[in-house]
C-alpha cells in the first residue's frame, strides 16, 4: 500500500520557464546533474537578505559584548548550517524531497508530523519575507519623494507575489537559475552598502560594549542556530536531490554550510559594528524594517539599496514557498506539486495582506512562533541525523512510498522521541513575545535555572535541550536501521 504516492508523472526538466513535475517522486537517474558547487547559489541566495544585518542588533540585546557577539554569530550561524549540509547528504543518498526521507526514520506515516511542522514553519517565514519586502518598498519609496502609502504596499505586494509564486510553482530549476541571479546582485550590492556607511562605526563605542554572562553568551548562541540555519533543516535535501549519486560527500556538505552561512556571518558582524556605534544607529538597524538601514545611507544609493533588499528576501521566500509545497504533498494532500505550491501562495498572499494593511505589529508574534516552532523542528533535525549516522546504505526508494516495507508505517520510538524532546524543550523556554505562550519554561525551576524570573529564562536552552535528545533518540534506533537495511 502506497502512501503520498506522487500524483504526477516525472518528467525531464526541459529548461527554466519548463514547469518541474516531479515531486515527492525519487529523481530519475538520468534526471540527476549537477555539481555540489552549485548548492551555493540557492542557499547564499536565500540568506543574503540585509535583515541580517538587523540580527546584529537584535544579538547585542541579550547583553554580550561585540566580540561575544561575534563569537556566538560565527558559532551559531555555522553550526546551524553545518547541520542542513548533513541532510542534504539525504538528497543524494535518497533522491527525494527532505520530508519524504525522514520516512525512514519515523515511519512512512510517522513523518506527517514532521511534514506538518515544516509546512507550518515554511510558510510563516515566506509570509513574513513578503510582507517585510513590502513594508519596505513602501518605506524606501517615501524616503525618495516617490509617495507611499496603501497604493504603492498593493503595487509591491502584487509584484513581490508573483515573482514568488512563479519560483514556487515553476520549481526547482528556475528557483535555482533565480538564486544565481540574486547571489551576484545582492552580493556586489551588499559590500557597496557596506562601503557607504562605513564611516558610522565608533569603534570606540563598539568595544566599550560590557560583557555579558553564560545565559546572556548561551542565549545569543541559540537566537542565532534558530533564526538561521536551524529554519532551514528541514528543506536541506530538497536541493541536493537532483544531483548524482556520485557527488562529493564533503562537496554538499561544504558548499551548503558555505552558501548558507557565508552571507549572514558578514551581515550580523556588520550590523553590530554598527548597532554599537550609538543608540541611533541602533534604532536604526535594530527595527524590524529596511527603511531603518536605508535612512543611514547616502540617497544615491537607495535605489540600489531598495533592489539588494528585495531580492534577498524574494530569494529566501523563493526557497520557502518550493520547500512548504513538497512539505504541503509529504503531509498528504494528493495534488500536483506545481498545485501545492500554488495554495501555498494564495496563503502567503492573504496572511502577508493581513501583516501590511491589518496588524498592528507581527515581530513580536513571530518570534513568539519561531521559538516554540523551533523547538520541535530542532528535535525532528536530532532524529534526523542520528537515524542519517547509523544508517549504511542508501535509502530504499520504494518503501519510502510504501507503510508496508521495510521502513513502516509508524517507529514509534522516534515519534516518542519526538514528543518527549518538545515536551522537555518547551519547559526549557520562555516566550514574552506573546502572552498565550507564557506556559512555555515549567521546568527552568524544576531544574534549578532560576524559573521564568531566572538568568537562565531568555537562554532558551529547550532548543539545545531538544536537539540532543532528538539525536539521541536517532543514535537509539540503530538495531531497527540494521533490521531495515538487511536484504530483502
Not at 517522486?25 to 546533474?33: F, K, L, Q, S, T
Not at 530549476?173 to 541571479?181: A, D, G, S
Not at 554598527?274 to 541602533?282: D, I, K, R, V, W
Not at 507564557?438 to 532548543?463: C, H, T
Request: net charge neutral; aromatic share 10%.
Amino acid at each position: 500500500m502506497s502512501v503520498n504516492p506522487d500524483p504526477a508523472p516525472a518528467v525531464p526538466v526541459a529548461g527554466a520557464l519548463a514547469i518541474e513535475l516531479n515531486a515527492l517522486n525519487p529523481i530519475p537517474e538520468d534526471e540527476r546533474h549537477g555539481r555540489p558547487a552549485d548548492l551555493f547559489w540557492p542557499w547564499f541566495g536565500a540568506n543574503v537578505s540585509v535583515l541580517g544585518i538587523a540580527y546584529g542588533s537584535w544579538l547585542l540585546a541579550f547583553g554580550v559584548s561585540f566580540w561575544q557577539a561575534v563569537v556566538t554569530g560565527v558559532v551559531g550561524i555555522v553550526v546551524s548550517f553545518l547541520l542542513c549540509g548533513f541532510i542534504s547528504l539525504a538528497g543524494r543518498r535518497g533522491s527525494a524531497p527532505t520530508m519524504v526521507l525522514s520516512r525512514a526514520a519515523l515511519g512512512v506515516e510517522g513523518s506527517r508530523i514532521g511534514a506538518v511542522l515544516s509546512w507550518i514553519l515554511t510558510v510563516g517565514w515566506e509570509t513574513v519575507l513578503v510582507a517585510t519586502a513590502v513594508l519596505s518598498a513602501n518605506e524606501v519609496f517615501g524616503l525618495l519623494g516617490w509617495g507611499s502609502g496603501t497604493g504603492v504596499e498593493i503595487g509591491a505586494l502584487i509584484v513581490v507575489v508573483l515573482l514568488v509564486i512563479a519560483a514556487g510553482v515553476y520549481g526547482f530549476t528556475l528557483v535555482m537559475r533565480l538564486q544565481v541571479v540574486i547571489t551576484v546582485v545582492t552580493g556586489v550590492l551588499t559590500v557597496v552598502y557596506f562601503a557607504v556607511v562605513a564611516d558610522k562605526i565608533d569603534w570606540s563605542s563598539v568595544s566599550a560594549i560590557p560583557a555579558g554572562g553564560a545565559p546572556e553568551f548561551v542565549g545569543g548562541l541559540v537566537f542565532m542556530m534558530t533564526g538561521f540555519g536551524l529554519g532551514w533543516v528541514n528543506a536541506a535535501a530538497d536541493y541536493s536531490r537532483y544531483l548524482p549519486r556520485a557527488a562529493s560527500s564533503r562537496g554538499i556538505v561544504a558548499w551548503t554550510t558555505i552558501g548558507g552561512a557565508l552571507a549572514p556571518v558578514v551581515l550580523v558582524i556588520f550590523g553590530a559594528l554598527l548597532a554599537g556605534s550609538s543608540t541611533t544607529l541602533n534604532d536604526a538597524v535594530g527595527a524590524y524594517s529596511v527603511g531603518g538601514l536605508a535612512t543611514i545611507a547616502p540617497h544615491w544609493f537607495l535605489v540600489p539599496f531598495l533592489i539588494v533588499a528585495l531580492l534577498g528576501l524574494i530569494g529566501g521566500a523563493a526557497l520557502d514557498i518550493y520547500s512548504s509545497g513538497l512539505a504541503l504533498l509529504a503531509a498528504g494532500l494528493r495534488i500536483p506539486r506545481y498545485a501545492a505550491a500554488a495554495i501555498d501562495g494564495v496563503i502567503m498572499t492573504i496572511a502577508a495582506a493581513y501583516i501590511v494593511f491589518g496588524a498592528d505589529s507581527f515581530f513580536g508574534p513571530f518570534q513568539g512562533f519561531l521559538i516554540t516552532l523551533g523547538v520541535p523542528i530542532a528535535a525532528w533535525c536530532g532524529i534526523f541525523l542520528g537515524d542519517l549516522v547509523v544508517r549504511r546504505r542508501d535509502y530504499d526508494q520504494q518503501a519510502l512510498y510504501d507503510v508496508g516495507g521495510r521502513y513502516g508505517r509508524v517507529r514509534g520510538t522516534a515519534v516518542l522521541a519526538l514528543a518527549v524532546a518538545t515536551v522537555v524543550g518547551w519547559g526549557m523556554v520562555t516566550n514574552t513575545y506573546a502572552g498565550w505562550l507564557d506556559w512555555q519554561g515549567y521546568l527552568l525551576e524544576v531544574l534549578g535555572l532560576g524559573g521564568r524570573s531566572g538568568q537562565w529564562r531568555g537562554a532558551n536552552l529547550g532548543v539545545l535541550a531538544a536537539l540532543l535528545i532528538g539525536f539521541l533518540g536517532g543514535l537509539a534506533g540503530a538495531s531497527v536501521v540494521r533490521r531495515q537495511e538487511r536484504p530483502t
